[in-house]
């Protein structure tokens, strides 16, 4: 009888113990942990999608073949700066814009097999284009969105002081000029700084096409005319996101 009465009593001290702690409790608390909550995004997406974008860039310039009235035995496409202005517009993981890119002036020169006042072939050549580019989004990995691209466009080729060593030294200042397809292929990663700021880091191959060394060359007389130029590109640059 001692040993059931005992087991009641405790069983009642449990029960009031259990009791006591639950009116302690502040009203309401006595429920779940609720589920832990997702950390908000450092920076939300805007609205709107549309950006503009400013680049500067250093092509490293490349000539594909230069004819003229000797074999060219070397050539080079001197490097030069760039520099890009833009808009675009993104909508989730794809992007599409314009652009207009201008190549500094930089000098073509071509050695032939002439025994003499080598190179035969100079002149100074800038760049202007207007492109079309697409583009996709690869996520964003601890704010970093990585990126390829392509795009179509025209390029304006323009030719200045031009001089060919086989006429006597004779320099052409009137030059020339060509507007020709262009088409490009990007790489790169872009990091938001701010919400309405990225910084862009990229690579880009563009091809600018042909360009004579003064208006008729490589049709109607012997001067030469410069073929495939294309520039490989680093550029640094960013974008102003509207929201």
Do not use: C
Not at 73 to 94: C, E, H, I, M, R
Not at 126 to 132: D, E
């Amino acid at each position: 009888m001692i040993k059931v009465r005992a087991l009641i009593v405790g069983g009642i001290g449990a029960f009031a113990f259990v009791a006591g702690a639950h009116a302690a409790d502040p009203p309401g608390t006595w429920r779940p942990a609720p589920a832990y909550d997702k950390p908000e995004p450092r920076y939300r997406e805007l609205l709107s999608g549309w950006y503009l974008r400013g680049d500067i860039g250093y092509r490293w310039n490349n000539v594909g073949s230069t004819s003229g009235s000797a074999p060219v035995t070397t050539q080079k496409y001197d490097n030069a700066v760039s520099g890009t202005l833009g808009f675009g517009y993104k909508y989730q993981w794809f992007r599409a814009e314009m652009t207009l890119d201008y190549g500094a002036p930089s000098k073509i020169s071509a050695t032939t097999t002439a025994l003499s006042a080598q190179p035969q072939y100079t002149a100074n050549v800038r760049a202007f284009s207007a492109m079309v580019n697409a583009y996709v989004d690869f996520g964003t990995w601890v704010g970093f969105t990585p990126y390829i691209g392509a795009g179509v466009g025209a390029t304006q080729l323009k030719s200045v002081n031009y001089v060919d060593t086989s006429t006597p030294l004779v320099t052409l200042h009137e030059g020339s000029q060509s507007v020709n397809f262009s088409w490009a292929w990007m790489a790169g990663i872009a990091f938001q700084v701010q919400p309405n700021w990225m910084v862009d880091v990229g690579y880009r191959h563009l091809s600018l096409g042909n360009i004579p060394g003064y208006q008729g060359a490589g049709s109607t007389n012997n001067g030469a005319l410069f073929k495939n130029l294309t520039a490989q590109e680093a550029r640094l640059g960013i974008r102003f996101l509207f929201d």
